[in-house]
C-alpha cells in the first residue's frame, strides 16, 4: 500500500532517502530488497515507525503474514495511528476470517486515510462477510469509484454477488475484472461460474 511518511517526528534526510528507495522497489514488486533496506533503517534507528510500515507492508505482499502482523504491531506501539499498521492488521485478520477484528484495524486506518481505495476495498470484504453486506457492497463499490482500473475491486464484488445467488449481477463484475486484466485467472474462472449458474437459473424460469 503506496504511504504518506508521517510529520510527527522530523526524519533525518539520508533516513527519508532510504525510506524513498524501498517504496520505490516495493511499488516495482521488489519486496526482498524493499524489505532489506527498510530492515536496515530500522536496525540503526529502531524509533522508526515508517520503516516498521515499510517491513510490515513488504512482508504482507511476500505472503509472510506473521511477520507482517509482528512488523504492523511494532509500527502501532511507536505510532497508534499509522494507517499501514492497522490495514496490514486487518487484512491479516480479514485472510484468516476474524472479520470483527479486521473491520476494526480497517476502519481506524480509513479514518487516518481516507479514500484509499485498498482500505476500502479490504474493509468492504471484511463487512461483508460480518453480515453487513449493504455497508460492505457500498464500501466495495466506493473504492472502485476511486481505483476504476483495479480488477481486484470488482472480482471481490462478484465474489459477493455470487454468495448472495445474483448470478447476472456477479458475471458483470467478474466480466468487467477480466477486461481490466485478462490475465487475471481468478476473474475467468468466477466468471465461467457466474455465467454457467446463472444459465441453470434461466433454464428452470423457463
Known amino acids: 500500500m503506496s504511504k504518506t511518511v508521517s510529520n510527527k517526528i522530523k526524519i533525518p534526510a539520508k533516513i527519508l532517502e ?6 520505490k522497489l516495493k511499488l516495482s514488486g ?18 522508526c515507525a515508517e520503516a516498521a510500515e515499510e517491513i510490515a507492508d513488504n512482508f504482507l505482499v511476500l505472503g509472510d503474514f506473521k511477520k507482517a502482523r509482528s512488523a504492523a504491531e511494532y509500527a502501532l506501539f511507536l505510532d497508534s ?10 487484512f491479516v485478520e480479514s485472510h484468516h476470517e476474524n472479520f470483527n477484528e479486521s473491520i476494526k484495524f480497517l476502519r481506524k486506518a480509513n479514518s487516518n486515510q481516507s479514500n484509499n481505495p485498498e482500505i476500502l476495498r479490504c474493509l468492504g470484504w471484511s463487512l461483508f462477510h460480518a453480515k453487513k453486506e449493504e455497508e460492505g457492497i457500498s464500501t466495495l463499490l466506493r473504492a472502485g469509484e476511486l481505483d476504476s482500473k483495479n480488477s481486484e475491486i470488482f472480482c471481490d464484488l462478484g ?8 448470478f447476472k449481477k456477479a ?14 485467472s481468478r476473474a475467468q474462472e468466477f466468471l465461467k461460474i457466474a455465467e454457467n ?4 437459473v434461466s433454464k428452470k424460469i423457463v
Do not use: H, M, W, Y
Not at 159 to 166: A, H, M, P, R, T
Not at 197 to 200: T, V, Y
Open 197 to 200: 449458474l446463472q444459465s441453470k
Open 30 to 47: 521488489k519486496n526482498q530488497k524493499a524489505l532489506e533496506i527498510a530492515e536496515n533503517i530500522l536496525s540503526t534507528d529502531p524509533e
Open 171 to 184: 458475471a458483470e463484475f467478474f466480466s468487467r475484472a477480466a477486461k481490466i486484466d485478462p490475465e487475471d
Open 159 to 166: 465474489v459477493c454477488f455470487l454468495q448472495k445467488s445474483n
Open 18 to 23: 532510504q525510506l524513498a528507495k524501498s517504496e
Open 81 to 90: 495511528e499509522s494507517s499501514i499498521a492497522n490495514f496490514v492488521l486487518g
